[in-house]
């Protein structure tokens, strides 16, 4: 009787997951009828520049996805290979003539599939065991800082990259930003300052990349908001805002980190959620909504007034508190830098001229435009880990197009481009100091 109940039990927790895996296939075989095949997002795709290969645009994986039920249960192993062989860039849904929405296609395809399939034991740790609960994840980080100071070595000092200090598979022949010596969670462990002259206050949601690897910009984005008197929320233990779980296909570790975080949201009012991270403010303000409706139709609720209020940083500041200007640029002195934008800003969310109105603000820089701004840097999350040639050769092209402006500075708008973009410039040994938007017009206050 025990051994009947039990497998009643487990078969009652499979069926919502059942059920849900369902719709998402449904909603999956609607979608893809848009697609034309016209071949557009050849032009535009990162990797398919790189290889040439059918079957890593956008249309190629398309077409495998048309036939997913039958091929799901032939080789499934295949098609999430050959579905992640993507950065998630966004470059082919941006430019479809058609408007298919093929991020949001992949990103579900990749929940069925690793729905039908379970997450391997690597990730299972990575994702639940760590990302998921935020305290664990902050003391996973802690060790590996006491790891780093042994395995790593300085790299780039004007960068501030290091390297592997001996042979490693995992770094290679990576040059990447350290993990910072105390994140920003211990220097600032929680706010809440009322609103000044603005009249707003605002949720400020730090980021993995940025809370552990770049505090300093967090706490220039502090500044730059308590100098414009704009009241700021910021609760302790936030955590990931989940995109390495959904484009992991991980819907269990996603729908967790939603809910941790809209009870954190509801602890104070707020007019708008503001990150410094264009990955974040784009899975908070796309993906979230996109994939929400997947847990109960309240949080759905929640989580559009959310997104309804989160922005980018730049987006606040020059739509809704207005900016500093400095005086007039010395063009003897002025220091010349170069904007990429990020995938997830400027494609996702059309958001281009506020982070440039940011630099322009400070008149001891002298904006000057790269070639192909837009194009991808190539790191796309854990792309990168698992196609690290690849990453590296598109990461390399967009080196090429910085090093061509001029410039002795190159700023944008995602922590994860600025990781990108410093280890190819580092390992050229290039003395380009990368930076943040608001790191610079930080420096005009």
Not at 382 to 403: M, P, V
Request: aromatic share 6%.
């Amino acid at each position: 009787m025990a051994v009947l109940n039990d497998k009643r039990l487990n078969e009652e927790d499979e069926m919502p997951k059942i059920k849900a895996l369902t719709k998402l296939m449904q909603e999956l075989e609607d979608q893809l009828v848009v697609c034309m095949r016209c071949g557009m997002c050849q032009a535009v795709c990162p990797l398919f520049r790189e290889t040439g290969l059918e079957a890593d645009v956008a249309r190629g994986k398309l077409a495998l996805l048309d036939g997913l039920l039958q091929e799901m249960f032939k080789d499934p192993q295949g098609v999430y290979d050959r579905l992640n062989k993507c950065l998630l860039c966004g470059s082919c849904a941006a430019n479809c003539p058609s408007g298919v929405s093929v991020l949001e296609i992949f990103i579900k395809a990749r929940a069925i599939l690793t729905g039908f399939m379970g997450l391997s034991p690597a990730r299972k740790l990575i994702l639940r065991g760590m990302l998921s609960r935020p305290e664990i994840f902050d003391r996973a980080a802690e060790w590996g800082l006491k790891f780093q100071k042994i395995f790593t070595r300085p790299a780039n000092e004007i960068i501030g990259t290091s390297c592997a200090r001996f042979v490693s598979p995992l770094l290679k022949d990576r040059h990447f930003m350290p993990l910072a010596t105390v994140p920003f969670h211990r220097q600032t462990a929680s706010l809440n300052t009322d609103k000044g002259r603005s009249g707003l206050k605002v949720f400020f949601f730090v980021g993995c990349l940025i809370d552990k690897i770049f505090p300093q910009l967090a706490q220039d984005v502090i500044d730059v908001l308590n100098y414009h008197e704009v009241g700021v929320f910021m609760p302790q233990k936030q955590g990931c805002c989940g995109i390495p779980a959904i484009s992991s296909g991980d819907l269990k570790t996603f729908n967790r980190l939603v809910r941790y975080h809209l009870e954190i949201f509801d602890a104070e009012k707020f007019d708008y959620m503001v990150t410094a991270c264009a990955t974040c403010t784009s899975t908070i303000k796309k993906i979230w909504p996109m994939m929400a409706d997947k847990i109960s139709d309240s949080i759905q609720t929640k989580v559009d007034e959310i997104a309804q209020k989160t922005l980018d940083i730049s987006q606040l500041l020059v739509s809704k508190v207005g900016l500093e200007k400095g005086g007039i640029e010395d063009s003897n002195t002025a220091v010349d830098v170069t904007f990429h934008d990020p995938c997830h800003l400027k494609k996702s969310l059309g958001v281009a001229a506020e982070p440039r109105a940011l630099i322009n603000a400070n008149p001891a820089y002298r904006l000057k435009e790269m070639p192909e701004a837009d194009w991808c840097c190539g790191l796309g999350g854990s792309f990168n880990l698992q196609h690290y040639k690849l990453s590296s050769n598109i990461g390399k092209l967009k080196r090429d197009y910085i090093k061509a402006s001029g410039c002795s500075v190159v700023a944008t708008g995602c922590p994860a481009c600025m990781l990108q973009i410093s280890d190819m410039m580092s390992r050229s040994a290039d003395k380009i100091v990368v930076k943040h938007p608001v790191e610079i017009y930080r420096e005009l206050l």
